[in-house]
């Protein structure tokens, strides 16, 4: 499985993005998803996942309520909608396949892994 994001940029604060992360593969309906960061200097991060349906989804305590973790089996897409970004917010955003289906929080549970997108909010 590849795993492409896109959609980072340079932002000001308070402003959105949407990540995107199109995978390879007819597989991708049966995965957990997740986006993690990490910034300079700094470990990997979890920030959201959802499971294979999209039923269920979990986010790391300093996203929650600004952003939303969504999938489009269809599509072979996951999707990071971030609103009301913040200058700690800035990092290299990855997102990752768990093969179980469930969308884990611990980045050790992930099979696979995307390139990273650079996202840079700017006070």
């Known amino acids: 499985v590849q795993l492409q994001a896109s959609g980072g940029g340079l932002v000001q604060a308070g402003g959105s993005l949407r990540l995107s992360c199109e995978a390879s593969?007819?597989?991708?309906?049966?995965?957990?998803m997740g986006w993690f960061r990490q910034a300079p200097e700094k470990e990997r991060e979890f920030v959201a996942a959802?499971?294979?349906?999209?039923?269920?989804?979990m986010y790391a305590d300093s996203v929650k309520g600004r952003f939303t973790i969504s999938r489009d089996n269809a599509k072979n897409s996951v999707y990071l909608q971030m609103n009301s970004l913040k200058p700690e917010d800035t990092a290299v955003y990855y997102c990752?396949?768990?093969?179980?289906?469930?969308?884990?929080?611990?980045?050790?549970?992930?099979?696979?892994w995307g390139q990273g997108t650079q996202v840079t909010v700017s006070s």
């Open positions: 990752a396949a768990d093969r179980s289906g469930t969308g884990w929080f611990a980045a050790k549970e992930y099979d696979y």
């Open positions: 593969g007819r597989a991708f309906s049966r995965y957990g």
């Open positions: 959802i499971n294979w349906s999209g039923g269920s989804t």
